[in-house]
């Protein structure tokens, strides 16, 4: 491939790379040369192993559930709220567009994205803050361990093997979901003392890309959400230079009648637009200093490819600040985290001291009662739920008025 003359030269790098003949860069992964999975299966059916990858997390129980599970605000707190399902199906969307202009694995991305909170608990942060307090003498809880867990253990819908057999680089990009992994959780530690991901390394562009994508998605949508609950207003959230910016660039589109609901949307719209852009501009750069000339130079560089520029990565910052302050740490929002937090508490002390009272797979598994693996099985029990069947299964274990 012939690589730019001055790869120094910011604008060499913005511009198109040469493709191999199928579309992609020869960075990206090439789905002839995956690594397979881990159970060895025919190809079949004409679709890319990463097609497969995608549609064997969409045909799962962990996708399914993810409906009815946590963003911010808990299912019964509005219909129109994002949730799980919601949030990773937007995120899959800005994966792909990132992965399309950067000549990457489009379905892998996809397949990256749609899995990537599949080990997310009830009850959002504040249940997997629970959970990682309970399990503190067995590991700790993790959201992308339990993710991997998810999708090669937990689920069982193969006769011959547990979990989905996804390919190894689906795989590489769950585990590595936020870096290199120095200090993995117990779970992808023991994954892969029998199925090296490489956790030393960077995951593929495409993992970053999925990653990215996750960032710039839960910012602009839980201003969405944030604006919809009235927990801020739209001119405080565009005092945010961010938001601001994208407010000056919506000016021409908007009318001066507009209700305030359509103004926010023009605006928010206009952010996502922004930091895909500079996500592009930024990889292009990074690309073009690089010069690589596969994806294992891609996992081999001292830093991600797919990232904000240094000035995104700030004003994203200040956008996370005030969002922490403004909706995640709103009174309101409290009240809920931590009632939810209570449910898990009471529901964990009382399994793990009696784990026949789970299913009784599950309390076969459990083992004997106040052990390590009683408590393991457990945390999976409940990071399995819904927060509405999180909190119908609450009720049923502390109300005797309520049947088993």
Not at 17 to 25: H, I, M, N, S, Y
Not at 32 to 43: F, N, T, V
Not at 300 to 314: D, G, K, L, Y
Request: aromatic share 6%; with cysteine.
């Amino acid at each position: 491939m012939d690589q730019p003359s001055n790869p120094l030269d910011p604008a060499e790098a913005a511009r198109p790379v040469a493709r191999q003949p199928q579309g992609l860069a020869p960075w990206a992964v090439q789905p002839e040369a995956s690594r397979g999975r881990l159970y060895p299966e025919d190809s079949g059916g004409g679709r890319s192993p990463y097609q497969r990858d995608r549609d064997r997390i969409i045909h799962s129980t962990a996708f399914r559930r993810l409906q009815y599970k946590t963003q911010v605000f808990v299912f019964h707190e509005g219909d129109a709220f994002r949730t799980r399902l919601t949030h990773s199906i937007e995120v899959a969307q800005i994966a792909r567009s990132l992965a399309r202009q950067l000549h990457l694995d489009e379905d892998l991305a996809e397949a990256l994205a749609l899995a990537h909170d599949l080990g997310h608990p009830p009850f959002g942060h504040a249940g997997e803050e629970a959970l990682n307090g309970l399990m503190r003498n067995w590991g700790g809880y993790d959201h992308n361990a339990q993710s991997l867990k998810a999708v090669t253990l937990l689920e069982h819908r193969y006769a011959g093997f547990d979990g989905l057999n996804l390919t190894w680089e689906t795989l590489e990009g769950l585990a590595k979901h936020n870096g290199p992994l120095r200090r993995p959780p117990h779970y992808i530690a023991e994954y892969s003392a029998r199925h090296d991901l490489e956790l030393h390394c960077h995951a593929s562009a495409e993992a970053q890309a999925a990653a990215i994508a996750d960032d710039i998605a839960y910012n602009n949508h839980d201003l969405d959400d944030g604006l919809r609950a009235g927990l801020f207003t739209l001119e405080e959230a565009c005092a945010l230079p961010l938001v601001g910016a994208a407010r000056d660039l919506a000016m021409d589109a908007i009318p001066a009648d507009a209700p305030p609901d359509r103004v926010a949307s023009e605006i928010i719209r206009r952010v996502i637009n922004l930091m895909i852009t500079d996500v592009v501009e930024e990889a292009r750069r990074r690309i073009a200093l690089l010069a690589p000339k596969s994806v294992t130079d891609i996992r081999n560089a001292p830093q991600p490819v797919v990232f904000f520029s240094e000035r995104m990565h700030a004003l994203n910052q200040e956008t996370r600040t005030f969002l922490f302050d403004r909706m995640y740490r709103h009174w309101r929002v409290n009240r809920t985290s931590l009632k939810s937090k209570r449910a898990l508490q009471v529901m964990f002390s009382l399994l793990h001291g009696q784990p026949d009272m789970l299913p009784p797979a599950w309390a076969k598994r459990a083992g004997e009662a106040g052990s390590a693996e009683a408590a393991r099985t457990v945390c999976d029990w409940l990071a399995g739920m819904t927060d509405k069947f999180a909190l119908e299964e609450h009720r049923r274990l502390t109300d005797p008025h309520i049947p088993g």
